[in-house]
């Protein structure tokens, strides 16, 4: 199993990054999917998770209304839209699959431990 990720780099406080999470030899579908972020000395954060289906998501507070996690179920793709950027975005950004019989709903997991696999990470530098 390989989750991919990429989209990260450097942008300036108000901008826009799109990060993308591409999975090989899992069945997608199967999956939900999750972005976390990490900064250097701390634990690993959750940021969002999204249904199977796509069409259930879950934010933590300190992003709603400006990250949108999305998926394309056909390219098994997972994507996280972040806009309106602050410095304490900055962060190693992850994405991650946990295996879970809900399909339609969301179950909210937020321990890094719950997820079954993990892309390698991509970086996020918010300049103020």
């Known amino acids: 199993v390989q989750l991919q990720a990429s989209g990260g780099g450097l942008v300036q406080a108000g901008g826009s990054l799109r990060l993308s999470c591409t999975a090989s030899g899992l069945t997608f579908s199967r999956y939900q999917m999750g972005w976390f972020r990490q900064t250097p000395g701390k634990e690993r954060e959750f940021v969002a998770a999204i249904s199977r289906s796509g069409g259930s998501t879950y934010y933590v507070d300190s992003v709603k209304g400006r990250f949108t996690i999305s998926r394309d179920n056909a390219k098994n793709t997972v994507y996280l839209q972040m806009n309106s950027l602050k410095p304490e975005d900055t962060a190693v950004y992850y994405c991650?699959?946990?295996?879970?019989?809900?399909?339609?709903?969301?179950?909210?997991?937020?321990?890094?431990?719950?997820?079954?696999?993990w892309g390698q990470g991509t970086q996020v530098t918010v300049s103020s």
């Open positions: 991650a699959a946990d295996q879970i019989a809900s399909v339609f709903q969301v179950v909210v997991k937020m321990g890094a431990d719950q997820y079954d696999y």
